[in-house]
């Protein structure tokens, strides 16, 4: 029964870090698009562009992350119907 606890929550903790994900790494990419923006002298537009690519790549993360998951969710709760 614990073991099955375990899974719970860190299912809970894996779903809830998925929030998290998109907003960070759009924000680190327009921080550091208006980093090179403060460093060129241009007006946003490195913030823009870098921004959106943190978006995308946030976005690819949390696919990523899903897919795995779902993976590892499959053979595990195959196993865990069958025998209870």
Known sequence: MGKKNGDVWAQIGLYTSLGF???A???VGCACGWY???R???R???TVLLGFMGAAAGFIEILQI???AEKNGD???NSGTGSG
């Open 66 to 68: 899903l897919r795995r």
């Open 44 to 46: 946003l537009l490195f």
């Open 75 to 77: 053979g595990g709760s």
């Open 36 to 38: 090179l923006d403060r």
């Open 25 to 27: 790494a759009a924000f």
């Open 40 to 42: 060129f002298g241009t």
């Open 21 to 23: 994900i998109l907003p």
